[in-house]
Structures are given as C-alpha cells and as structure tokens.
C-alpha cells in the first residue's frame, strides 16, 4: 500500500504547536529522515560533543534548505543517560531549532518522558520518542512482563506525554517489531496513533530481516493501524541488509526513514543516511522506482554536493573512517586508476560524482597504471614526458608498487621520481637505475 501524494494537502509555512511538520511531509508523500547518528551512533562506540551535534544538525538541514525541519528529526540524544546528555539534547533544540526537527528519545516511563520533554521544550518543530518493547522477547527483557502488558503500559504512557508535551510531538518506537506480534502491534500503532502519537517507529532491534519480511511486516500493521498511522522504519544492517530494507519499507508507503552517518549505531550499524539520502535524490526514475512514479519526494531538493563533507566531518569527530570501499563518500569515489575508466568514465561508474556530489575527477597511480594513467599524472605534477619516458616511468612505477606491497603510488613519491628523471634525461645520464 503506498501513501498518496500531495493532493489536496496544502503546505503551511513556519513551525509552532498545532503543526507536525514530519506528519505533514509524511502524509504529502515527502521523505523524512529520522538521523540516529549521535544518539542510536552512540552504541557504536562514539561521542559527539553538544558543539558537535549543533554543527551536525545544522549542516544536515541545510541540506534541504529552509525546509531542514520538514526533512529531518534529529535525534538529539537520550537525556535520561546523565546531565551531559540532557545538556547536550537541549543545547541541540534550542540552537538547532530553525534547521532540523529536534527530538529527544526516552524510555516508556512517565519520569523518562518529563525529563525527555523538558529537554526540547519551547523549541520549535521538537519531539520525544518513547521506546515501547513490542515483542515478548523485549518485553521480558525490558519491563519484565509479557508483550501485549507492556505495549498497554506503553500506550498509557503515550497518553500521559500527549497530556504533557505542550506543542512536542510524541512519536513512539515499538521495539523488535518484526518478531513480535504484527496483529498486536497493528493493533496498539492504531492505538497510539489515535491517541495523539505523531509517528509510530517499527524497528528491527537485532537487524535480521530479509527485504521480502520487511515488506511483510510494514504493509500488514499499516493495513491494521489505520490510515491516520505513520510509520517509521529503523532498520539495522547486521546482515549487512540495512539500504535493501529501507528500500522494501519505502516501497510499502513508508515515507519516514530512521538512519545514521556513516551507518553508525549498535553492532554493524543501520542504514547509512548518505546511502538512502543520494539513493533517493539523485536520479528521478530510480527513486520513482521506490517511491511511486506519481510521488514527489521533496519540499526542497536535497543539495547533494553537501553529503561528502558531512560525512569527512563526522568521521573526523567520532574516529570511524571513510575507506576506498564506503559507497557515496568514501576515498573511492571520483578515483581512476586503470586505462579502460581512464578513456571511458561513463562507461565505469553509476553516476557523475562531479555532477551530483561536487566532485572531480582524480586519477591515481597504481600498480595497474596504464601509459594513459601515467601520462596524465605526470601532467598533473607538470612533468611532460615522451613515450621513452612514459615506458620507463612506468616499469617504475609497477616495481614500486609490487616491492613495497602497496598497490598505490604518492604523488610526493612519484614526483620525486619525475624530478630525476627528467634531470637525468636532460644530462644524458642513465635513467634505469633504481632510485
């Protein structure tokens, strides 16, 4: 089943209570993006300071321009964890505020959500989520009680934020969903929803479903909560499954995706936000392949060329690296190394990393140069070599590469190399020998 688009749905401008700017974008068919960096990327090991999380989420809703708060909740932190993580979540919703969404997450207890509410209170577009086990697994795990309890404690606990939070939305996620009851969580999803709860997040807690049970899991408590639910996909990547599942729950209707820089959150991690993000907006006909060729999924276009220096700054603070093989903002992208690539990029890559991430073209040298690859980086480093040259540079370069064991070659180190050569070319000297 999937959400209509926006018809008959007329955008209101400005935040303000009264208005659930992620309801709104969800129900338009706009996508949302629910960011579980520095709160859900905190059970990766990492930390990010207050300063960093209101660098982050600015920079994330400047993504989408003025319209940040109708694309991304920003999952500030979990205040309930200690005083440096309220203040870290309410630094995040008061200087934030006018970029993203804020939401403080707690758990589904009537003291947890005071204190989750009064760390966004009187900012505008805030939120708490309430974590709620739905499973009996998570249940007996979490609140000592079976499933069908603790989802009716939960839905009196959503009932008393509703009656508390003043102007915050109050979303819910219903914990270990795919393994729980999907009848019993449809039921309670409608439930919540009709009790005032903004969004209803179905989360896959241990990360083992397969998109065909994503699917599955989504379309039946939609069609058992009610057209009033909005449902949330948090999806994590263990089976290393995390994009393909968004994907099936976006193909279900689901216009609110949860997410994280990098992947980051609990074991291997979830979706990562610049995957889903560039996936979605890059090329019109694939995101019409998810979304519904009659769907428009943005307010305002995202602007892609921002997702590599999000990324670089969120690996430089929280220490997990960006490598030749991390799809979209990894060192990887926008490299060329072999002939073929070289004289045919289009040919080789899935879309124009200059283009749509800003960007260019760099050609690395590496074992598996060609004559091509190797002129072209010579001329970078401003040496112009002639074919006799190019053939001995070249060995060069291959014995470098095996004799160290490792495949690529620094520009500093080949540029000395170049040096020699071209100085020992000038002089008559022999330019064989191995420097």
Known sequence: MRFGC?????????????????????RAGRMVFFEESARDGAQAKTLMSADFRVRLAREQGAVFGTDGPRHVVFAAGFPSVCAQEFEATRQV?????????????????????????????????????????ASEATARALVHCGARTALAQGLQVVKEAVDLADGVAVDVCLVDAPRADHA??????????????????????????????????????AAGAGPDAVLV???HNDLGLGLANTLAALETGVRVAACSWLGMAERSGMVATEQVLFLLAHDPAK???????DCRPWWTAPDLTRLPGIARMVSAETGVPLTVTTPIVGTGVATISTGTPFTHPRTFQPYDPE??????ATVVLTHLASARVLHAVAERLGHHLDPAQTRTALAWVKDRAYRLGRAVVADSDFAAYLDGLTSAHASGTDTHARP
Not at 104 to 121: K, N
């Open 233 to 235: 996909s948090h999806l």
């Open 93 to 133: 919703a008061l200087e934030a505020q006018e970029s993203v969404s804020p939401a403080a997450i707690c758990r589904g207890t009537t003291a947890d959500v005071r204190l989750a509410l009064s760390a966004v209170r009187g900012a505008a577009h805030a939120r708490v989520m309430v974590i709620v086990a």
């Open 184 to 221: 019993l969580v449809a039921e309670y999803a409608g439930a919540m929803t009709a009790q005032g709860a903004g969004t209803i997040v179905l989360a896959d807690t241990v990360g083992d479903l397969l998109p065909g049970r994503t699917r599955e899991l989504f379309t039946r408590v």
């Open 287 to 293: 995101a019409a392949q998810v979304l519904g060729a």
């Open 355 to 360: 283009q749509h991430l800003g960007l260019p």
């Open 6 to 26: 926006a018809v008959g749905i007329r955008r209101t401008e400005g935040g303000g209570s009264g208005m659930d700017a992620v309801r709104e974008s969800a």
